[in-house]
């Protein structure tokens, strides 16, 4: 018979998948010459919706919760207690539900109720705050979290300075990349939210071989290419401050891309490749898609380059896969979605 013990045996090992339709497009980003031009290389990416959360945070939340287990610092009858409502909330919901903890997601007000619900499906608790007061105020987000993170019993995860969180990246992810390349890879690109899958996977991929390039993908305006922070409308990248999870020495390149290239690609992922993704893998897979071509035009084509695709676009319909929304910040749904225009213009 051929069964797992549990979901949490599910995790990881999620397969590559090459990249055809959108990379050959003469429109492709970076494409220089729409004719034809020079022989591209392989760009494969990795397909993390497949994890049985749905998501790339199902492997740093078994990680956090198997850490804090060793050190004591969660105990059976345990409570997880974090500011969450993505991918890592159920991540984390998942596998406190398999292991028998009580969760606490603390979420503002203007989180989806479809988004509290996947969370209170797994059994969590969700407590939303306001989002109309000072981050001072008792019923804040901020407080109410840190208020109940301190009460017996609690743990705080907090993806951001947790380093299990990029640990298990280097753990898993890398190790199934160089193995699945079969050490070939030339390139590894991803988006940078917490930093802890473009930090633990550039590492170990660096250790094996110092060659490998490293490539962030940042919306316009993060601080990691170079922003102040200003609002952008993709989903799960891009920070206002540096994280301790990020470690600024890995990557060697950022690219910054725009709401509208990030959105108007995701939409070809699902058209084109079948891969219905989200936006943060929309805007890794054009980043990775214009350095294939820049690439290209270098006479690389025998580069191997690698893209980690995070979550589903099934969290999206009612935004980047929605006319309605799409149209109401700007963004173009025509033939012509490159023409696009992010939030500010
Ligand atoms: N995309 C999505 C949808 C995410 O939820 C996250 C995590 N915040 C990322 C990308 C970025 O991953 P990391 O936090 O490891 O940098």
Redesign the pocket.
């Known amino acids: 018979m051929q069964y797992v013990d549990s979901v949490l045996d599910l995790i990881g090992d999620t397969p590559l998948v090459r990249l055809r339709h959108v990379l050959h497009d003469p429109d492709a980003p970076g494409a220089a010459d729409p004719t034809g031009g020079p022989a591209l290389p392989l760009v494969l990416a990795k397909v993390e919706y497949l994890n049985p959360g749905g998501?790339?945070?199902d492997r740093i939340a078994t990680r956090m919760v198997e850490a804090a287990e060793a050190e004591g610092l969660l105990r059976p009858g345990g409570t997880i207690v974090e500011p969450t409502s993505?991918?890592t909330g159920v991540g984390l919901a998942m596998v406190a539900q398999e292991k028998g903890y009580s969760c606490v997601f603390v979420c503002p007000d203007k989180v989806s109720e479809d988004k509290r619900n996947v969370l209170r499906a797994y059994g969590a608790e969700v407590v939303v705050c306001p989002t109309a007061v000072a981050p001072e105020h008792p019923d804040s987000y901020y407080n109410v979290s840190d208020r109940l993170a301190a009460e017996p019993g609690a743990w705080k995860p907090d993806q951001y300075s947790n380093p299990h969180n990029p640990r298990s990246h280097y753990e898993t992810t890398g190790p199934e990349i160089w193995a699945q390349t079969e050490g070939r890879i030339t390139h590894f690109v991803a988006?940078?939210?917490?930093?802890?899958?473009?930090s633990g996977v550039g590492r170990y991929l660096k250790e094996q071989n110092p060659d490998v390039q490293v490539v962030g993908a940042d919306p316009v305006g993060s601080v990691y290419s170079g922003g102040s922070g200003r609002p952008y409308l993709v989903?799960?990248?891009g920070e206002d401050f540096w994280p301790d999870t990020y470690d600024r020495t890995v990557a060697d390149r950022i690219i910054a891309v725009s709401d509208a290239d990030s959105f108007a690609f995701t939409r070809r992922m699902a058209r084109e490749e079948a891969l219905l993704v989200?936006g943060?893998c929309g805007m890794a897979a054009y980043a990775a898609v214009q350095l294939a071509h820049e690439l290209a035009a270098e006479g690389r084509d025998d580069a191997v380059v690698v893209v980690l695709l995070?979550?589903s676009g099934k969290g999206y319909l009612g935004k980047v896969f929605d006319e309605e929304w799409l149209s109401r910040y700007g963004f173009a749904t025509g033939s012509d979605e490159t023409a696009g225009r992010t939030v500010e213009d």
């Not at 988006?191 to 473009?198: K, P, Q, Y």
């Open positions: 998501s790339v945070k993505g991918n988006g940078v939210g917490t930093g802890g899958t473009i989903e799960g990248v989200g943060s995070p979550d």
